[in-house]
């Protein structure tokens, strides 16, 4: 069985490569990002108080996050394996999670902030099966729109550039503490995420083997 966390800063790629490992090994993958806003689309009570801190790229309050992860890796279709992306991202978080699961291993991703800002600020994604585009390396077939479904690629509001240096912060201050948390447990494998997404790929499975 496979338990992963994915760890690091907002734009390494998380999203783009969980998708493709959690497909490839037959497991959830579960990003706390995609939960919020799903939530927030639809207007529930969570998405009502989660929405103006993800806006301004703040952390969605601790009791939050963890009542809405609790449930879900909870649910059945987890018993097999998932793959947490974007979860945990604080020291309680981390504890939450080691008193409620096992993990197996810890990919953090390492690359330089210039990167994370020029991949963040040409994001695009669709509104209605949350493809991810990106302007420069991998740009929709019509510009705009959503190759599956041809709906109108949107902007994040939190890639543009004042929430994009705080969540950049917010990930130095808060997140990165948790690399030593998962050092300390020995189960941290660190990966270099910079390059093709091929390339990083094939990087994470052999720190996976
Ligand atoms: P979340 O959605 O988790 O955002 P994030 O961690 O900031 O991560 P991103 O989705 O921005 O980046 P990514 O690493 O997944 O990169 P991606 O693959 O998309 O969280 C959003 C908000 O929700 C938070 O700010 C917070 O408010 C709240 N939240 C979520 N979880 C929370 C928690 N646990 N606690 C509290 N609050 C929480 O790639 C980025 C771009 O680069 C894309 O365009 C992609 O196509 C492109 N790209 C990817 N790989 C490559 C490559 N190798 N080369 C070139 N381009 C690439």
């Given at each position: 069985m496979h338990r992963i966390i994915f760890l690091g800063p907002p734009g390494a790629g998380k999203g783009t490569q969980a998708a493709e490992l959690a497909h490839r090994l037959g497991i959830v993958h579960l990003s706390t990002g995609d939960i919020l806003r799903a939530a927030v689309a639809q207007k529930t009570e969570l998405g009502q108080q989660a929405d103006g801190f993800m806006r301004a790229g703040q952390l969605v309050p601790d009791d939050l996050v963890l009542g809405m992860l609790k449930e879900r890796l909870t649910q059945p279709d987890c018993r097999g394996g998932f793959l947490l992306d974007g979860f945990p991202r604080t020291i309680p978080q981390a504890e939450a999670l080691d008193r409620l699961t096992e993990i197996d291993r810890v990919v953090?991703?390492?690359?330089?902030?210039?990167?994370?800002?020029?991949?963040?600020?040409?994001?695009?994604?669709?509104?209605?099966?949350?493809?991810?585009?990106?302007?420069?390396?991998?740009?929709?077939?019509?510009?705009?729109?959503?190759?599956?479904?041809?709906?109108?690629?949107?902007?994040?509001?939190?890639?543009?550039p004042g929430p994009i240096e705080t969540r950049l912060k917010v990930y130095r201050d808060q997140t990165a503490p948790l690399l030593e948390h998962y050092r300390r447990q020995g189960r941290l494998h660190p990966i270099n995420a910079s390059g093709s997404p091929a390339d990083v790929g094939a990087r994470i499975r052999k720190a996976l083997q």
């Open positions: 953090s991703f390492e690359i330089p902030a210039p990167t994370l800002i020029e991949r963040l600020s040409r994001r695009r994604i669709c509104p209605k099966c949350g493809t991810n585009y990106n302007l420069e390396s991998k740009p929709p077939r019509v510009a705009g729109r959503c190759d599956l479904d041809g709906a109108e690629l949107v902007h994040r509001p939190d890639d543009q």
